[in-house]
């Protein structure tokens, strides 16, 4: 089974090559995720905002739920 950690593109630490891990993700602006990476090695620590999952917004769990209905 593939963890969530595995679907995340892996990244090097620009100051010793080693590898970074997701740290944490929270929302950032509107449909966008700030990621922080850091690393294992030297602990340097990288930040990008990255498109967020638009299928989990709230706008579209929203409309899922709302009164929009399949045709009969």
């Given at each position: 089974?593939?963890g969530?950690?595995?679907?995340?593109?892996?990244?090097?630490?620009?100051?010793?090559?080693?590898?970074?891990?997701?740290?944490?993700?929270?929302?950032?602006r509107?449909?966008?995720?700030?990621?922080?990476?850091?690393?294992?090695?030297c602990?340097?620590?990288?930040?990008?905002?990255?498109?967020?999952?638009?299928?989990?917004?709230?706008?579209v769990?929203?409309?899922?739920?709302?009164?929009?209905k399949?045709p009969?």
């Open positions: 089974m593939v969530y950690q595995d679907l995340i593109e892996r990244h090097l630490c620009p100051k010793c090559q080693a590898q970074m891990v997701l740290a944490r993700t929270k929302p950032a509107l449909g966008f995720d700030e990621r922080t990476f850091e690393c294992v090695n602990d340097h620590i990288h930040k990008e905002h990255l498109a967020a999952d638009p299928m989990t917004s709230s706008e769990l929203g409309w899922f739920c709302g009164e929009l399949t009969n």
